[in-house]
Every structure is written in C-alpha cells, then in structure tokens.
C-alpha cells in the first residue's frame, strides 16, 4: 500500500511538489512530447542533419503547414515534437534572440546558449501559478566556433548535449539505431542515410519525400 497520495491531488497545481518529489503537470507535458512527430538531430564533422516526421491529421491538410523544423539563424535550426502552437512561441523568442546577439555582439549565437536561453523561458513557466509548461520538446542543431552541436531541451527546461539524439512517438526507436551505429568519423552524407534510416524504422519502411 502506497505511503503516497493518488497524483490527482498534486496535479492541479504546477507549483507543488507530490510528497515524492514530482511535478505532475510537467511529466504531463512530457507525455505530450511522446506523442508528436518523431524528430531527430545528427552532428558529424562536416556539420548537422535535423529530420523529422511529417504527420497530417487529414490528407485534405495542406503539407506545406505541417512544420517541424525551423531555421532560427544561418547556422542554427531546431526540429520540434509535440504542441505545435508552442514550438511557435519558443521558435519566435530564440529567433529574437539569435538576432540580438548578433546586433549587440556582431557575432552569431552559440548553439548552446541559445538552447539554454530557451530552456530558461521553459523552466519559468514550471514554477508559476496561472501558467502551464510548454508542451514541447525540442532539438537545436548548428555549427559554432566549437564546431558541430547537438542541444535537446525538454518541458522541464533542462537541456542535455548529444552526438545525436531523437524524441517523439518513435524516439526511443530512432535513438537505438543511432547508439547502434553513430561514429564520430561520420560525413554529411552518411549523416543522412543514417537518419533516413532511423525515420524508415519509425515508419516501417513507408519513407516517401512527403513523410520526411
């Protein structure tokens, strides 16, 4: 018999903890990441490779509306699982912010600092009343000065760097062909194939140019 109380009793609010330490409403907004589009994220020496799954609700939808990866600045992008109409928010603000730096700075931003801004946006919204966390998982993607990187950021507002990495419905898929067979001697090209070849996997084997 559990010492703890039903999660219906700690959910309601997002600024209290469950007597076990949780914050219901943000592992809530993690589920809806496991539910998106399956997106992922590649470094390799001559650059990066973002890939996501393109879904339609309907095949009367219109395919040009069904974004998942954005270009934030020149050397950046970001692929997206989850709430779309979040990913928009936070794609608007890292936006901003890639374009503040390089007109205070006269410098592009650093993938990792622009992933740890945006995590800082998300991790606020955890720890206000009134609000709930964004719904959204994301992977930014670029080449800075210290070369090829890989961020992922999640509703909790931490962010982890990676080789590569993917979330989403068929993350967990897609993540155990990349442990399998990343190197870090990988090319660009062969960075592609092996992301085609995870999306096949989460698509079992249906990749067509309107999927990906």
């Not at 399956?38 to 470094?43: F, S």
């Not at 007109?103 to 740890?116: A, G, H, K, Q, S």
Request: proline content about 3%; overall charge negative; glycine content about 8%.
């Amino acid at each position: 018999m559990s010492m703890f109380a039903a999660p219906g009793a700690y959910d309601r609010a997002i600024t209290v903890f469950s007597p076990d330490g949780r914050l219901f409403q943000v592992e809530y907004a993690s589920e809806t990441v496991k539910r998106g589009a399956t997106v992922l994220g590649i470094a390799c020496k001559e650059g990066v490779v973002l890939a996501a799954e393109e879904r339609a609700a309907s095949r009367l939808q219109d395919p040009s509306f069904m974004w998942k990866i954005f270009q934030i600045d020149e050397h950046i992008g970001v692929a997206v699982a989850g709430l779309s109409c979040d990913a928009h928010i936070l794609v608007d603000q890292a936006r901003i912010y890639a374009q503040s730096n390089r007109l205070m700075y006269d410098e592009p931003i650093d993938v990792e600092t622009l992933t740890r801004r945006i995590g800082e946006i998300e991790q606020l919204y955890t720890q206000h009343g009134g609000v709930r966390p964004f719904g959204i998982s994301m992977i930014f993607a670029g080449v800075d000065r210290k070369g090829s990187r890989v961020f992922w950021t999640d509703p909790s507002g931490a962010y982890l760097a990676y080789k590569a990495w993917s979330i989403g419905a068929g993350g967990e898929a897609a993540n155990e062909i990349l442990e399998a067979e990343y190197r870090d001697d990988l090319t660009l090209e062969e960075s592609i194939m092996l992301a085609l070849k995870c999306m096949s996997k989460v698509l079992e084997g249906k990749v067509m140019s309107q999927k990906i």
